[in-house]
């Protein structure tokens, strides 16, 4: 099965975490099909990237968010038929 989900990245105690397609039996750091933007936590403002028409894209073959991509995507306006326009 084909995930959206985050890869951790960054230093210790310094998160920086990519948003990231992969399939579902590889590592969490490990092997992605591809990257689909980034989340940094710390910070003033904590920054959110993601690519909405690839991520819309990678939902209607199928690929199932975790539960924090999915909010993240819900945020930003992303669903299975496409980029909500605001």
């Not at 990245?9 to 750091?29: E, L, N, Q, T």
Request: cysteine-free; proline content about 3%.
């Amino acid at each position: 099965m084909v995930v959206i989900r985050m890869a951790r990245g960054g230093a210790k105690k310094r998160p920086f975490y990519h948003i990231v397609v992969a399939d579902s039996r590889s590592r969490r750091d490990g092997r992605f099909i591809e990257r689909l933007g980034f989340y940094n936590p710390i910070g003033a403002v904590a920054e959110l990237r993601i690519d909405k028409e690839r991520a819309a894209y990678w939902l209607s073959q199928g690929a199932q968010p975790s539960d924090t991509v999915a909010g993240f995507l819900k945020k930003e306006g992303v669903s299975k038929t496409g980029v909500a326009s605001v």
